[in-house]
């Protein structure tokens, strides 16, 4: 009977995140489309501020953490650069490399975006908490 509880306990646990985690992805896409983006432009522009130490990335890895082939992000790209978001420069280290930059209505359009997905962030991570914390319930020694 107690591992059935700790079952349930379980999916009901991830029952929550998985709410949340779409209720929060529901939210981005909406608040992208309100300031007059779509959610992978949103995400690009993230993604561009998302390494230590510098103020770029490549298109491979924007590839990357979109899990998206690298044509498409060059498609994105272009598509960003015609809407004055970002801009293309050449790698200074390897040629062969495309860095993605934020221009001003970029990181203006990306500061706005993240301070309006801050209160949502805070519910998601309630949510992996608890789901998370159920790992540890009802596991045998």
Do not use: N
């Amino acid at each position: 009977m107690e591992e059935e509880q700790v079952t349930k306990q379980r999916m009901e646990a991830l029952s929550e995140f998985r709410f949340r985690l779409r209720s929060f992805l529901r939210f981005s896409e909406d608040a992208a489309r309100d300031a007059g983006i779509t959610v992978l432009q949103y995400q690009l522009m993230l993604h561009t501020q998302g390494f230590p130490g510098r103020e770029w990335a490549t298109v491979s890895e924007i590839a990357e953490r979109l899990q998206a082939q690298p044509h498409g992000v060059v498609a994105l790209v272009s598509r960003c650069e015609e809407a004055g978001l970002v801009r293309r420069k050449p790698s200074t280290v390897d040629r062969r490399q495309v860095e993605v930059h934020l221009l001003p209505k970029g990181r203006r359009t990306l500061a706005k975006l993240a301070t309006a997905h801050a209160d949502e962030l805070e519910e998601l991570a309630e949510a992996v908490r608890l789901a998370s914390g159920l790992r540890s319930v009802g596991a045998k020694p």
